[in-house]
């Protein structure tokens, strides 16, 4: 049983480039949340999203950041024009069903760094 | 406003001793839960408390919730230098009309053999 996969691991670009960030959820489960955690900091919730729906995206900024969970594929996180404040690791979490029904099961994150 | 405020924010204590980890938060929580990173991975869940429950122990974990005095501890019985990593406690709430799973900032724990 495979767990939660995130890709990439490491992502290298430079200011104005753009990120993309994918998350494939554990078998099985259809919530998908997204988690930005700086040096030495907690997790900050980004976005809540089930299979072709944003459920919450409250902690996303509004500008260059969009997320997607299509019917097929993974969930996408997709930063536009980066800048050096967007490096930070980025985790995925997904649960079989939403809120308060128990843990979130995340990936290993992806590490951003904008150059 | 911070939810979920471990403390201390670094703990280092040798093999065989408990470790106990304390979290406070602010507002009504739905349930509390205690994660684990180990440097450079994701975050793996330790243990959920409703908020209608008092203790719960798993294995040599055992986690209060006091919703009178809005905290919890994280007490780690033996500690082992396997145990190094950071803790973090994560309140399950209702904010701004969504309910949303809240971290605090962790707590790094280094256990010397």
């Known amino acids: 049983n495979a767990g939660v996969m995130q890709n990439p691991r490491h992502l290298v670009r430079r200011r104005g480039q753009e990120a993309r960030l994918r998350c494939s959820p554990m078998?099985?489960?259809?919530?998908v949340y997204w988690y930005r955690q700086l040096p030495e900091e907690g997790l900050k919730f980004m976005v809540y999203?089930?299979?072709?729906?944003?459920?919450?995206e409250s902690g996303m900024p509004k500008e260059r950041f969009s997320a997607e969970f299509p019917k097929e594929g993974p969930s996408i996180l997709r930063i536009q024009q980066v800048v050096r404040g967007d490096s930070a690791a980025y985790f995925c979490?997904?649960?079989?069903?939403?809120?308060?029904?128990?843990?979130?099961?995340f990936g290993e994150g992806s590490r951003l760094t904008v150059l | 406003s911070q939810q979920g405020e471990e403390d201390p924010q670094a703990l280092s204590i040798q093999e065989g001793e408990n470790a106990t980890m304390n979290c406070s938060y602010k507002?009504?929580?739905?349930?509390l839960q205690w994660y684990r990173q180990n440097s450079g991975r994701g975050l793996v869940h330790l243990i959920l408390?409703?908020?209608?429950?008092r203790e719960k122990h798993s294995g040599r974990l055992r986690v209060t919730l006091d919703t009178s005095k809005k905290s919890s501890s994280l007490l780690i019985t033996a500690s082992r230098a396997a145990d190094t990593a950071s803790y973090f406690c994560?309140?399950?709430?209702?904010?701004?009309?969504?309910?949303?799973?809240?971290f605090g900032k962790g707590m790094k724990l280094t256990v010397n053999p």
């Open positions: 979490a997904s649960s079989p069903q939403g809120w308060n029904t128990g843990e979130l099961f």
């Open positions: 078998k099985g489960h259809s919530h």
């Open positions: 999203l089930q299979k072709e729906n944003i459920i919450d």
């Open positions: 507002t009504s929580i739905n349930n």
């Open positions: 408390i409703r908020s209608n429950e």
């Open positions: 994560a309140t399950e709430r209702t904010q701004g009309g969504s309910e949303k799973l809240v």
